[in-house]
């Protein structure tokens, strides 16, 4: 009897997950473990394993469906087995190979990475194990950025063809060599082939925007994250009524206190501090004074919660996450920096889970690291509130000597008017400053208490 493969829910808020690619085709023997497809939820990717040992028989979905999840997607058996009772009766596309290749050679599916043993799932679907979204690793992206090299073209030395480090390390050495105006504006453009019209065949800017001129436009598909993410801030701006209110304080303190932090945290046990964890701190501590912040806004009732589920917005190679600190108002400030930084790495390598992103009842979302001074962020509904942090920039403002300049920050907070009005938000963003003006005092209550 034929054995069908499930598309498993991925936590209980995935409706539907994308077929991003077969690693088998019919005809192909497969032992129970053996990864067979790759899919993508609006979170993170994951691989699907055999069910059963046998062949494959029949694959019922193209590459690129969204396919809802703990649908068939293809069946396992013995070779012209009838697996007419398997196939989705409703919202399946056309068979990825409606016909079996009775011809074809067993072979082994090709495995991306070693495969972690699988959790437990709610219901008996098919085990599947979490596989890095990014095609590079960490280390390969942050050489990638260095070198000014693209790494979306590179084929991989690393597991399963990921990019790696020394791959990008060869890559730039076969560019060739760049002019320092070049390598800056490789950055973010167009990659050159072969040598530039420099001395000794150096590239130059110039061969760079003749290489933008000759380069096609590139289309991609609206779709997975990308496709959550739009559809989630389109309904963000058309479903609240949005007011941001803007508010610097002096950052002298959380500098020092880092400072600090950085030179001797290591003698007393402590983790690494930074600034984005000191503002995360203040603002949980903060919140527990301001509980119509900390809110949820359900059209006829708000929600106003005493625990703190702090999102946290993450950039990632596949676009935007925001995982979230469950319970945050409980850790101290090492506490909450040693959960943030794993959730974060998570959403980065694609091992993130479901569940680790869901139930927030405030987010921060920071750009400073960018050079941005202030922004108007957008709600993560159905959150009241949400802050965007600046860039450091010099302040001036009055002293009694004088005036003297400071490091400044800006913090940025968009609240759901329907939630929470002008005056209690403004109230929050005065208490928040203060807190982070005096970073040291708060940390000291945050002990005591």
Same mark, same amino acid.
């Given at each position: 009897?034929?054995?069908?493969?499930?598309?498993?829910?991925?936590?209980?808020?995935?409706?539907?997950?994308?077929?991003?690619?077969?690693?088998?085709?019919?005809?192909?023997?497969?032992?129970?473990?053996?990864?067979?497809?790759?899919?993508?939820?609006?979170?993170?990717?994951?691989?699907?394993?055999?069910?059963?040992?046998?062949?494959?028989?029949?694959?019922?979905?193209?590459?690129?469906?969204?396919?809802?999840?703990?649908?068939?997607?293809?069946?396992?058996?013995?070779?012209?087995?009838?697996?007419?009772?398997?196939?989705?009766?409703?919202?399946?596309?056309?068979?990825?190979?409606?016909?079996?290749?009775?011809?074809?050679?067993?072979?082994?599916?090709?495995?991306?990475?070693?495969?972690?043993?699988?959790?437990?799932?709610?219901?008996?679907?098919?085990?599947?194990?979490?596989?890095?979204?990014?095609?590079?690793?960490?280390?390969?992206?942050?050489? /990638? +950025?260095?070198?000014?090299?693209?790494?979306?073209?590179? $084929? @991989? #030395? =690393? !597991? &399963? *063809?990921?990019?790696?480090?020394? %791959?990008?390390?060869?890559?730039?050495?076969?560019?060739?060599?760049?002019?320092?105006?070049?390598? /800056? +504006?490789?950055?973010?453009?167009?990659?050159?082939?072969? $040598? @530039? #019209? =420099? !001395? &000794? *065949?150096?590239?130059?800017?110039? %061969?760079?925007?003749?290489?933008?001129?000759?380069?096609?436009?590139?289309?991609?598909?609206?779709?997975?994250?990308?496709?959550?993410?739009?559809?989630?801030?389109?309904?963000?701006?058309?479903?609240?009524?949005?007011?941001?209110?803007?508010?610097?304080?002096?950052?002298?303190?959380?500098?020092?206190?880092?400072?600090?932090?950085?030179?001797?945290?290591?003698?007393?046990?402590?983790?690494?501090?930074?600034?984005?964890?000191?503002?995360?701190?203040?603002?949980?501590?903060?919140?527990?004074?301001?509980?119509?912040?900390?809110?949820?806004?359900?059209?006829?009732?708000?929600?106003?919660?005493?625990?703190?589920?702090?999102?946290?917005?993450?950039?990632?190679?596949?676009?935007?996450?925001?995982?979230?600190?469950?319970?945050?108002?409980?850790?101290?400030?090492?506490?909450?920096?040693?959960?943030?930084?794993?959730?974060?790495?998570?959403?980065?390598?694609?091992?993130?889970?479901?569940?680790?992103?869901?139930?927030?009842?405030?987010?921060?979302?920071?750009?400073?690291?960018?050079?941005?001074?202030?922004?108007?962020?957008?709600?993560?509904?159905?959150?009241?509130?949400?802050?965007?942090?600046?860039?450091?920039?010099?302040?001036?403002?009055?002293?009694?000597?004088?005036?003297?300049?400071?490091?400044?920050?800006?913090?940025?907070?968009?609240?759901?008017?329907?939630?929470?009005?002008?005056?209690?938000?403004?109230?929050?963003?005065?208490?928040?400053?203060?807190?982070?003006?005096?970073?040291?005092?708060?940390?000291?209550?945050?002990?005591?208490?």
């Amino acid at each position: 009897m034929a054995t069908p493969i499930l598309m498993p829910r991925q936590g209980q808020s995935v409706e539907s997950c994308i077929l991003v690619e077969w690693k088998v085709k019919p005809g192909d023997a497969v032992k129970t473990g053996d990864i067979v497809a790759q899919i993508e939820t609006d979170k993170a990717m994951f691989d699907i394993e055999a069910p059963a040992d046998g062949e494959i028989i029949e694959l019922f979905f193209e590459e690129g469906a969204d396919v809802p999840v703990l649908t068939h997607i293809g069946a396992i058996g013995s070779a012209g087995e009838d697996v007419t009772d398997l196939r989705p009766t409703e919202g399946a596309s056309e068979s990825a190979t409606a016909t079996p290749e009775p011809e074809s050679a067993p072979a082994t599916p090709e495995t991306t990475e070693p495969k972690p043993a699988a959790a437990a799932a709610p219901e008996p679907v098919p085990t599947s194990t979490p596989q890095a979204a990014g095609h590079a690793s960490p280390r390969a992206r942050q050489r /990638a +950025a260095t070198e000014a090299v693209d790494v979306t073209g590179l $084929a @991989g #030395s =690393g !597991p &399963g *063809g990921r990019v790696i480090e020394r %791959d990008v390390v060869q890559a730039a050495s076969e560019r060739g060599r760049l002019s320092p105006t070049a390598k /800056a +504006a490789l950055a973010g453009g167009v990659q050159p082939a072969g $040598a @530039g #019209s =420099g !001395p &000794g *065949g150096m590239i130059l800017s110039s %061969d760079l925007r003749a290489a933008a001129a000759q380069a096609q436009p590139q289309t991609i598909a609206v779709k997975g994250i990308r496709k959550v993410i739009a559809t989630r801030m389109r309904d963000s701006l058309q479903s609240t009524a949005q007011l941001t209110l803007h508010r610097s304080f002096d950052a002298t303190a959380i500098q020092q206190y880092r400072a600090k932090v950085k030179a001797h945290g290591e003698v007393f046990g402590l983790p690494s501090i930074t600034i984005n964890d000191l503002v995360a701190f203040a603002t949980v501590r903060t919140l527990l004074r301001h509980p119509g912040c900390n809110a949820n806004f359900l059209g006829d009732k708000i929600v106003q919660h005493a625990q703190v589920n702090l999102g946290i917005a993450v950039d990632t190679p596949r676009g935007l996450m925001v995982p979230v600190v469950h319970g945050a108002e409980q850790l101290n400030l090492p506490g909450l920096a040693q959960t943030i930084r794993p959730l974060a790495q998570a959403c980065i390598e694609g091992g993130v889970q479901p569940d680790q992103l869901k139930g927030g009842t405030f987010t921060i979302t920071n750009l400073g690291a960018m050079g941005i001074e202030q922004f108007t962020p957008v709600l993560n509904t159905p959150e009241v509130a949400i802050l965007g942090v600046g860039g450091l920039f010099l302040k001036p403002v009055r002293s009694p000597d004088g005036v003297r300049h400071v490091d400044a920050m800006t913090l940025s907070l968009t609240i759901d008017h329907q939630a929470v009005d002008g005056a209690p938000g403004a109230r929050f963003l005065q208490e928040l400053a203060l807190a982070l003006e005096n970073i040291e005092l708060l940390v000291s209550e945050g002990v005591h208490s």
